[in-house]
């Protein structure tokens, strides 16, 4: 069992920056690949980040362009996501997830945080 808390998410400019953490529980965090989805109002989930177990392999979602980094410390049990050259269209609900599968897919994904917002005002 995992449990993963999502933190700093927040009110933000176009154009700055943030950087959410996520604290996981449960000492095999490190042998679970782990990733950040995203969903805006009114719009489905969307896959953002994902990186293997490792620390080896990233990926990004289409929309990401070199503004985000996703970023793990195993010994922490944390990932985290370094998010720059924010959007008004970045706004959305931040969530963690953690998956043994290395796939990005939703039905992939073993455990969710709760998420955390983050607004990015124009």
């Known amino acids: 069992q995992v449990q993963l808390d999502e933190s700093g998410g927040g009110l933000v400019q176009a154009g700055g920056s943030l950087r959410l953490s996520c604290a996981a529980s449960?000492?095999?965090?490190?042998?679970?690949?782990m990733g950040w989805f995203r969903q805006a109002p009114g719009k489905e989930r969307e896959f953002v980040a994902g990186m293997l177990w490792s620390g080896r392999f990233t990926s990004y979602g289409d929309f990401v362009k070199g503004r985000f980094t996703i970023s793990r410390d195993n010994a922490k049990n944390s990932v985290y996501l370094q998010m720059n050259s924010l959007k008004p269209e970045d706004t959305a609900v931040y969530y963690c997830?953690?998956?043994?599968?290395?796939?990005?897919?939703?039905?992939?994904?073993?455990?969710w945080g709760k998420g955390t917002l983050v607004t990015v005002s124009s």
């Open positions: 997830a953690a998956t043994y599968r290395s796939r990005w897919a939703e039905d992939s994904i073993d455990y």
């Open positions: 449960g000492r095999t965090f490190s042998r679970y690949d």
